[in-house]
Each structure stands twice: as C-alpha cells, then as structure tokens.
C-alpha cells in the first residue's frame, strides 16, 4: 500500500496545488468571477439584439404607413402634377421662340430704319432748304406792302415784347407761359451747348445772353436770332436757329465786333429848339458817355434858328469834348425825307450805318447795339417799333417825374407805335441802291412808307420788332384849322390816339358824370 502516492492524487479538472501547500486563490475561489462576467456580456448582447429588433420593426411599420399613404393618394393628384409640368415646359418654350422672334424683329427694324434714313436723306435736306429759303433766314422774300410783313417778338430772359396786344394783352409780358418759356428756353440751351464748345475757350451762361427775336410763320416754322455778350468783351456771338416744325437746327453763327462800328445818327430840324436841347442832353449820355461810337449830322432847315441850335451843338462839344458832329443847314421849308437824304449823301467816309430818327425819339445804348446787330451791308435793314409814351400830365397829374424815369413800358404809360417807319437802322450803301427818299412826294409820313415799301420790294431782308430802348416822348400836336376836313380829322385822330389810352380818355370823357356819382356817394355816407 502506498499511502504518500494516494494522498498525491487529485480529481481531474481541479487546479493544481503549489508544491509548499500554501492556500493560493487560484483555486475554486476565482471560479465564480470568470462564470458572472461571462453572464454579463451575454445579457448585454442579447439587450443590443432585442433594441435592434425592435428599432426594425419601428422602420418597418414606418415604411408600410407610407406605402399605404402613397397607395391611399388619389390617381388624379399625379395626374394634374403631371399636367402641370407639361405645361411649365410648354411655357418656356413659347418664351423661348417668342425671345428669339422679337431679336429678328428688332434687327429687321434696325435694318429697315437704315435703308429708310439713306433713301430719305436727299429727300429731308431738299425739304429743309426750302424751307429755309421761304423764311427769309439768309435772303428777304419781296412783298407787295407793309401790311404783309410778319414782325417779330423780342425778348430777354425775363421778357417778351409783343405787338399784337389789342386791349385785352400787354406790350410786354414779364410772366412767360409755360409753353412759351419751353420753347425759348430750348432755343437757348441749343445755343448755349455749341458756344461752350472746348475750342471756343469761353463759358457761356444764360446770364450772358443779350437779346433775341422770333417769329412764327404757320408755313414754315420758327425763326430765332440769339444774340450773346460777355461783360468784358465788346463783340457779340450771334446765333440764328431755325424749327421747320422738325427738331431745331442750326442756321448761321458768326462774332460780330460792334466796338468797329459807327452809327451816323441823322436828325431833320425846323424850329423845335426846345426839344433839340433835351434830345442834345439825352444824346450826351446815351450816345457819347455809355456808347461812345456815333455821330451826330443835325440838318437845318431856316437860318431863324440857326444861332441858337449852333450855340447848343457848340456847347456839347465844349462840355464832354466830342468832335463828332456835322451840321448842315438848307434855306428851304422843312421837309423830313428832303432832310435826312441829305445827311446820308453828305458823309462821304467809309460806309456807316445810319440811324434816321427825330428830336422827340429817346433810345438807350442796349438800343444802339440793337441797331448794329439787326443789319447787314446788302442783307438786312432794321426797322424798330419804338414804343409811344402817352401824355404825362394825362397820366401822372401833378406829379410828373422826369423824362428818364418816363421811359417806362407799360399799358397805362404808351403803345407801340407799329404804323410809324420813320426810325429805321440801315448801311448807307442800301440806302444809296435803293434811291433813298423820294424827294417829289409830300406829307411826313407818306415818305417814310414810300422807302419802307421800296425795302420790301428788294431782295434785302427786313427786320420789324418792338425794341425795349427806343420810345417816342409825347409832345403837342397843333391841328390847323386852315387844313382841309379830312386833313383835320385825320390829325384829330393821331392826337387822340397819342393823348391817353381807352381807360383814360374814357374817365376824361365821362369826368361830370363820375364827379355827379362821388359826390352822391358821399352824401349818403354823411346822411346814413
């Protein structure tokens, strides 16, 4: 028997013993460890197994519900969708044929506009030329009497003079109208955008501008002579513009140097010292103080006067010391033509401008270049509207001012007196072509008319406007009763015209009666 191999032995599947017979932990004691942790990771798998069945089934039951939410959608929504981007397709197809349709039309246009501007080219240009040659812009059309004459209108920036003013209107509207104002307007920016070219070194501003006339033919279109001035410069930019009832096209431009041209200022005398002497002193200062390019040839006709109008004419050229003076003196009676056909031939220097006028006629020196613009050697003649200055007693009573301050254009104050062509502006080489005055036809006025007409029957052009600086003071008109009836009637009328206007011969014809009315009224104030 072998005791020590018995106890030796050990079941199997048991861990072995350390050899010292120590008690270790690796026996049966660190079994029950190993089994739980084993347990514990089976129970966490079959936890993750379960959550994943159960997220599954949720995602299948989610994707049924919207099959069967899709199959329960009627047929006809899938239907109409489908319409719906049949036609959206449709759509933008016609708006793609429509683009491309409207880019031919367009070039087609563009083609057509060309070959229509390059046929009717020649055609416009020949239209507007005859155009301008029948409104007299280079060229005056000759007309059978002074009554076919179109005036023009003058105008600054601020105002227009007018001739036809009738009762109801004024001789100057200071308020343009808005359609007015568009058009003259339109004229000036035109000419304001071609003077302030780069080339021409200067700036222009409608404060530049000087003055201008117009005039509308129905026919034809409209006629505008701009005329522009710096304060420093003495010459003048003048601009002609021509509206064929077409877009406005420039005419004619040119700089004109009055500081070069003379005005030989003529004046026929008789008797009238007295309104020599204010004409003389009016003389001083427009003439030689503001303007200082003129002459004075004074005609006289009788020696009874001759002392005292030499003494006056003397006494200026003493007084501001001018020189330039002519006075020519005819033993013969007065006639006004006879008078300044001899003071135009008897200059016989270079070719002056002339200026005929009277001792009652006042201008300004704006007037004098008026007179220098408007003319033309063999092309224009200048016959102002001077504006006629009622009776001032009639007019202001007691309290007259003086003459300068009389010079005012107003209803109440005078008329433009647009029936009178004895003030008139011409180079004396036209003067000379036409034949001047005809010296065999009698009565003031009717020699005015007489070369007025001869101007008109010419092929010079000739410029009818009001001017704002030239005015016809009032003075006495004696009707002889040695005169014949009509004769006498006749001058009864012009004084009647010249004495007052409408209102105010009216208020003298009718004094009694509106005294017998004032004085009715104030009785019943003072009973009442």
Excluded at 283 to 292: E, H, K, P, T, V
Aim: some cysteine; charged content about 25%; aromatic content about 10%.
């Amino acid at each position: 028997m072998e005791p020590n191999r018995a106890v030796s032995e050990r079941p199997s599947g048991l861990p072995m013993m350390p050899h010292d017979g120590a008690l270790h932990t690796e026996g049966p004691f660190r079994i029950l460890p190993s089994v739980m942790q084993k347990r514990w990771f089976l129970g966490r798998r079959a936890v993750a197994a379960l959550l994943f069945c159960l997220v599954l089934l949720l995602y299948r039951q989610t994707c049924r519900s919207r099959s069967q939410t899709r199959s329960r959608r009627p047929a006809g929504e899938d239907a109409f969708e489908a319409l719906l981007q049949q036609h959206e397709q449709r759509y933008l197809q016609h708006s793609r044929n429509l683009t491309r349709r409207i880019s031919q039309l367009k070039a087609e246009l563009q083609k057509s506009t060309l070959e229509l501007q390059e046929q009717n080219q020649s055609e416009l240009e020949e239209f507007l030329q005859k155009q301008l040659r029948r409104a007299e812009v280079f060229t005056g059309e000759r007309l059978p009497n002074e009554f076919a004459v179109l005036p023009f209108e003058s105008f600054t920036l601020r105002r227009v003079y007018q001739l036809e003013s009738g009762l109801a209107r004024l001789p100057v509207e200071s308020v343009i109208g808005q359609e007015r104002r568009n058009e003259l307007n339109g004229a000036l920016e035109a000419a304001l955008h071609l003077l302030n070219q780069p080339q021409l070194r200067r700036v222009y501003s409608p404060q530049h501008f000087y003055e201008g006339i117009f005039r509308t033919e129905r026919d034809k279109g409209t006629l505008y002579d701009l005329t522009f001035r710096e304060n420093s410069v003495p010459d003048f930019r003048r601009m002609v513009f021509f509206r064929p009832f077409a877009p406005l096209m420039k005419v004619k431009e040119e700089l004109m140097d009055a500081s070069q041209i003379l005005i030989n200022i003529i004046v026929p005398l008789a008797d009238a010292v007295d309104a020599f002497r204010q004409f003389v002193q009016h003389f001083s200062d427009a003439c030689i103080r503001q303007d200082g390019r003129t002459h004075l040839t004074v005609v006289l006709f009788g020696s009874e006067k001759m002392h005292d109008v030499k003494g006056i004419v003397n006494g200026m050229s003493r007084r501001i010391k001018f020189r330039n003076v002519t006075l020519i003196r005819l033993n013969e009676a007065f006639s006004r033509g006879r008078g300044l056909d001899v003071g135009a031939r008897a200059w016989k220097r270079s070719n002056v401008l002339l200026l005929f006028c009277d001792v009652n006629t006042r201008f300004s020196a704006e007037f004098l270049n008026s007179c220098r613009m408007n003319t033309e050697p063999g092309q224009r003649v200048f016959y102002p509207v001077m504006f006629s200055l009622y009776n001032p007693e009639v007019i202001y009573g007691q309290h007259v001012p003086s003459a300068e301050d009389q010079l005012v254009i107003r209803k109440d104050f005078g008329f433009w007196k647009d029936f009178d062509f004895g003030t008139t502006c011409q180079y004396r080489s036209d003067f000379i072509n036409t034949g001047g005055f005809d010296v065999s036809v009698k009565g003031g006025a009717t020699e005015d008319v007489h070369l007025y007409r001869k101007f008109l029957h010419s092929s010079l052009m000739v410029v009818r406007a009001p001017s704002r600086g030239l005015f016809h003071v009032w003075h006495p008109t004696v009707c002889h009763a040695q005169s014949s009836s009509e004769t006498f009637k006749l001058c009864l009328q012009d004084k009647a015209l010249n004495e007052a206007s409408h209102s105010q011969l009216g208020q003298i014809l009718f004094h009694q009666q509106i005294n017998n009315h004032l004085h009715k009224y104030k009785q019943h104030n003072i009973n009442s």
